[in-house]
């Protein structure tokens, strides 16, 4: 019953920055942890970020210092700031909200980098 539609994914350039967002609907958006996984090319999917409803974040390492999660539970939707992108950071980005037995994911949003 969830749904969550990821949007902001461009080509850039190393060093720039984008902002990704994922609209939600369908479900009690301010009482689940929300993630962000990304799967590069011919990669798996991995983790990224996670942001609790306290709202506590974590971050995988590749990614602190540059990457910022943040929700806003008025409007339903969850944010990822990428600064100093890198070509290592090619991949289609995902959201995710997980409680219990919810497992809700997005249709994802691809983020390119190269010079």
């Known amino acids: 019953q969830g749904q969550l539609v990821e949007s902001g994914g461009a080509s850039v350039q190393p060093g720039e920055s984008l902002r990704l967002s994922c609209a939600t609907s369908?479900?009690?958006?301010?009482?689940?942890?929300m993630n962000w996984y990304r799967q590069p090319p011919g990669k798996g999917r991995e983790w990224v970020a996670s942001?609790?409803?306290?709202?506590?974040?974590t971050y995988t390492d590749s990614v602190k210092d540059r990457f910022y999660t943040w929700r806003d539970n008025a409007k339903k939707i969850l944010y990822l700031q990428m600064n100093n992108l890198r070509p290592e950071d090619t991949a289609v980005y995902y959201c995710?909200?997980?409680?219990?037995?919810?497992?809700?994911w997005g249709q994802g949003t691809q983020v390119t980098v190269s010079s």
């Open positions: 942001i609790a409803t306290s709202p506590t974040t």
């Open positions: 995710n909200a997980r409680l219990d037995q919810y497992d809700y």
């Open positions: 369908g479900f009690r958006f301010g009482a689940f942890p």
